[in-house]
């Protein structure tokens, strides 16, 4: 029973061979079609080794048995070792192609396309070392099989049917290869035309991307995206060409997976679509470059990467943060690097001074505590401006140029205990005062160098409630 399972296996596997090679074909081929014989033959071969258990264990005896069990041992350890020195030979063939190759591209002092061409020259060749290999092991691996099944009379049937099987399989393979060939050989010009058309697209693009060609229409900033279209469009374009000449275009199961496709990407990229829409257009826009400081709705953080879908920032606490690109394009952005290098960033803070602090005294304090500030440019100098004047104390800003904008926190926070140290030093307070005038008793306001002479103020006359004497 077992043998027969055994058979039906081999069949089940032949069927699946045949199926795959051409479904239709077999359905519709007459009795007398190769595959149907085979087929019969190969269960005739079960059920006869099924039949005659007891001729066949009585033609091979136990030390026969044990001998071809031997030799199966002995073949598959064979086997694997060639195996082995296969893969060997094949890292081998590989090193040497990879070595020679490169000294041809060193020979010739191969740049850009030359490089590339020796480059894809090289991979044919890897690559068809590698199928060589496969297909040595295949064969050997068939040949094994039927030399296994052809030690022991029960399966001898099964090894001859199996190899014929195999036999009419790969014929059958090889005639369908033949003759999809015409149209095969199209779709593959067509891909391969793609491929290399790309290939020097993106050798295009990336030489305008650093700088290296200079062209009016493209800006470096926006050679990656447009690099990034093009390559969409032309795969698409691919594929429209080439989908009626695959195997299968034209059946239903191939229309049916293709359709539900469509609707699930259609169902579920209507937000990725956006972000994709809104990333062509900031790539174009150019708002911001990767490595500025910026500041997108409440974020403040230096660009790290942008792309189709999404923009990352790292923040000041070291925390990335990915934005999608059509949140971006519908708030206001910051870049604080944009003018930095060329006409600097202005830093600004303020202070609020009371009014008996002089205030020319306090701007020169200001200044100098801007100048104090590593990072703070000299010129243009440094300047204050008076923002506010409240009901007892004066708002004063501090504005000073830097052209280091991813550091702007670190500054402000030196600027801030510069102003302390010059302040304290010049003995002025820093704090908002507030005042309840009762102006009979009380000095005025006015910093003492401008005050006018005059009479020291009238005090308050106090008595006591016991006090019986006469009021004035």
């Not at 200001?366 to 104390?393: C, K, M, W, Y």
């Not at 009380?442 to 006469?470: H, K, M, S, Y």
Request: hydrophobic residues 55%; aromatic residues 8%.
């Amino acid at each position: 029973m077992r043998r027969l399972l055994l058979a039906s296996l081999w069949v089940f596997l032949f069927v699946a061979l045949r199926a795959a090679a051409g479904a239709d074909a077999w359905t519709t081929a007459p009795a007398s079609h190769p595959a149907r014989l085979a087929a019969a033959e190969l269960l005739a071969a079960a059920v006869a080794a099924q039949q005659t258990p007891q001729a066949a264990a009585r033609t091979l005896g136990l030390q026969g048995i044990l001998l071809n069990i031997g030799k199966l041992l002995l073949a598959w350890a064979f086997f694997a070792a060639v195996l082995w020195l296969v893969k060997r030979l094949l890292d081998a063939a590989a090193a040497f192609i990879q070595r020679w190759f490169a000294g041809l591209a060193e020979k010739k002092s191969a740049r850009g396309l030359v490089a590339l061409m020796i480059e894809r020259v090289m991979m044919l060749a890897l690559l068809l070392a590698r199928i060589g290999a496969g297909v040595l092991i295949l064969v050997w691996l068939s040949v094994l099989v039927t030399y296994s099944f052809s030690l022991f009379p029960a399966t001898e049937g099964i090894s001859v049917s199996l190899l014929a099987a195999l036999w009419t399989a790969l014929k059958d393979a090889v005639e369908g290869f033949v003759r999809y060939l015409p149209r095969g050989l199209f779709v593959v010009v067509v891909c391969g035309m793609a491929y290399y058309g790309l290939q020097i697209a993106r050798i295009f693009f990336r030489a305008v991307e650093r700088g290296d060609l200079h062209l009016r229409q493209f800006h470096p900033e926006t050679a990656g995206i447009t690099y990034q279209l093009v390559r969409v469009a032309v795969i698409v374009l691919v594929l429209i060409i080439v989908f009626p000449y695959l195997p299968g275009s034209h059946t239903e199961a191939f229309r049916g997976v293709s359709i539900f496709l469509g609707v699930v990407i259609s169902l579920g990229s209507s937000s990725a679509v956006s972000n994709m829409m809104a990333g062509v257009v900031l790539a174009y826009m150019r708002p911001f470059r990767v490595g500025d400081r910026v500041k997108i709705a409440d974020t403040v953080g230096d660009v790290v990467a942008r792309g189709l879908l999404m923009t990352r920032l790292r923040t000041i606490k070291n925390v990335e943060v990915t934005i999608p690109n059509a949140a971006i394009l519908g708030a206001q952005i910051l870049d604080y690097s944009t003018l930095a290098q060329s006409q600097g960033l202005i830093l600004h803070t303020s202070v609020t001074i009371g009014y008996d602090a002089p205030w020319r005294r306090v701007h020169e304090l200001l200044v100098q505590a801007a100048l104090a500030t590593p990072g703070i440019l000299r010129e243009p100098p440094p300047f204050v401006l008076q923002t506010s004047l409240n009901d007892s104390h004066v708002s004063y800003e501090i504005n000073a140029y830097t052209d280091r904008p991813n550091d702007m926190v670190q500054i402000y926070s030196d600027l801030h205990a510069n102003i302390q140290d010059q302040f304290n030093a010049a003995g002025v307070e820093i704090l908002s005062p507030a005042w309840h005038a009762l102006r009979d008793g009380n000095e005025t306001a006015i910093p003492e160098p401008d005050r006018p002479v005059q009479t020291p103020p009238r005090a308050f006359r106090v008595r006591r409630l016991d006090d019986a004497g006469p009021r004035p």
